[in-house]
T-cell receptor
Framework: EAGVTQFPSHSVIEKGQTVTLRCDPISGHDNLYWYRRVMGKEIKFLLHFVKESKQDESGMPNNRFLAERTGGTYSTLKVQPAELEDSGVYFC????????????????FGPGTRLTVL | LAKTTQPISMDSYEGQEVNITCSHNNIATNDYITWYQQFPSQGPRFIIQGYKTKVTNEVASLFIPADRKSSTLSLPRVSLSDTAVYYCLVGDPNTGNQFYFGTGTSLTVIP
């Protein structure tokens, strides 16, 4: 079974440009999460989708970040316009969710996208 | 929001058992405790998850006392390939909201 995949693995852009990160969750996983780690800091939660709906986006840093999950499958995270402080590694994770009928749920992470804003 | 505290780093010799403790004093009733392993340039990899008492799988054991304010990840007989950062994650997997990653523990296994 394929794991969580993210594209691109690395992106280098200039300040003011737009970048779109993509995450493909494990097939059948209803829950999708975005996290990021800024240099030297902890991994922080950004937002959580249940299927195509945003369950919690309280971790999104500001309105320059827009996350979507079309049809409850893959998700994109767009940063527009990018600023220097947006540099870091963006992780995506997915989990089965309540529909799986499990008592607890486990998040599986992708390899991350390293974003560098110059 | 349950915040976690772990030792920043640990060293161990090959073949020894390693125990990494995580403090989560504000854990909520519905929160589970999940441990992840992360190698450089990779995403966190699931190790083990538990709610209370003891959980064991093929790679690790997780000990959770009755008050659930802490948990201990036990890695039996570590090898050089276990050198990584280990994170304790506390949250409610049934809502999936606001999982909190701590600073992690950097484990170095010495030959």
């Amino acid at each position: 079974e394929a794991g969580v995949t993210q594209f691109p693995s690395h992106s280098v852009i200039e300040k003011g440009q737009t970048v779109t990160l993509r995450c493909d969750p494990i097939s059948g996983h209803d829950n999708l999460y975005w996290y990021r780690r800024v240099m030297g800091k902890e991994i922080k939660f950004l937002l959580h989708f249940v299927k195509e709906s945003k369950q919690d986006e309280s971790g999104m840093p500001n309105n320059r970040f827009l996350a979507e999950r079309t049809g409850g499958t893959y998700s994109t995270l767009k940063v527009q316009p990018a600023e220097l402080e947006d540099s870091g590694v963006y992780f995506c994770a997915s989990s089965v969710g309540l529909a799986g009928g499990l008592v607890s749920d486990t998040q599986y992470f992708g390899p991350g996208t390293r974003l560098t804003v110059l | 929001l349950a915040k976690t505290t772990q030792p920043i780093s640990m060293d161990s010799y090959e073949g020894q058992e390693v125990n990494i403790t995580c403090s989560h004093n504000n854990i909520a009733t519905n929160d589970y405790i999940t441990w992840y392993q992360q190698f450089p340039s990779q995403g966190p990899r699931f190790i083990i998850q538990g709610y209370k008492t003891k959980v064991t799988n093929e790679v690790a054991s997780l000990f959770i006392p009755a008050d659930r304010k802490s948990s201990t990840l036990s890695l039996p007989r570590v090898s050089l390939s276990d050198t990584a950062v280990y994170y304790c994650l506390v949250g409610d997997p049934n809502t999936g909201n606001q999982f909190y990653f701590g600073t992690g523990t950097s484990l170095t296994v010495i030959p």
